[in-house]
């Protein structure tokens, strides 16, 4: 379902362009833009659709991405770690979880629940699934969509490597 037709005047406004720049973007006339947001025309579904994808493209532009909020480094431990390095990272950077990482990938994650919960040795025995994976070119609001359901999110590069994360915390600072 689309938003309401009178919400393409807002954004527009919002991301500082005109009528004229908009119709150029979405490849009609100045005068079809005018005419949608004064109500004296209603367009068809593919239209209006285009229009607010556009908007939409630009809005995400315009935002903030995941490499402008992560923390990095990235404080983690390996599956053959000592629980008590993992607590003792915790503890050192004040932080409450962290990923596990094998040859550069995230295999899994640890945090003080696990820790007080679970028994073992090894970080391999009480880790739990790896956290979600995200582009360092993904929009901010996507992470906090993720972060509604996810304590972290891991960023990674164009290479596949793993460049920070992102907490809650990290969010609340903007």
């Known amino acids: 379902m689309l938003p309401k037709l009178e919400e393409i005047r807002k954004r527009r406004r919002k991301l500082g362009l005109t009528q004229k720049a908009l119709a150029k973007i979405v490849g009609i006339s100045q005068s079809t833009i005018a005419k949608i947001e004064t109500g004296k025309m209603i367009p068809n579904y593919n239209l209006a659709k285009k229009i607010f994808e556009?908007?939409?493209?630009?809005?995400?532009?315009?935002?903030?991405?995941a490499k402008d909020v992560m923390?990095?480094?990235?404080?983690?431990?390996?599956?053959?770690?000592?629980?008590?390095?993992?607590?003792?990272?915790?503890?050192?950077?004040?932080?409450?979880?962290?990923?596990?990482?094998?040859?550069?990938?995230?295999?899994?994650r640890v945090n003080e629940k696990l820790i007080l919960m679970k028994n073992g040795e090894?970080?391999?025995e009480i880790m739990d699934l790896p956290y979600p994976i995200v582009n360092e070119e993904t929009p901010v609001g996507v992470v906090k969509e993720i972060l509604k359901r996810?304590?972290?999110v891991?960023?990674?590069g164009k290479d596949g490597n793993i460049k920070g994360v992102i907490t809650r915390s990290d969010l609340i600072k903007l």
């Open 54 to 65: 556009k908007l939409e493209e630009m809005e995400y532009r315009e935002e903030e991405k």
């Open 150 to 152: 996810e304590e972290m």
């Open 154 to 156: 891991v960023v990674v």
């Open 71 to 108: 923390s990095s480094p990235v404080i983690f431990v390996k599956p053959e770690d000592k629980v008590e390095k993992a607590k003792e990272l915790l503890v050192r950077h004040k932080i409450s979880q962290m990923p596990v990482i094998e040859k550069g990938r995230v295999v899994g």
């Open 122 to 124: 090894k970080c391999k």
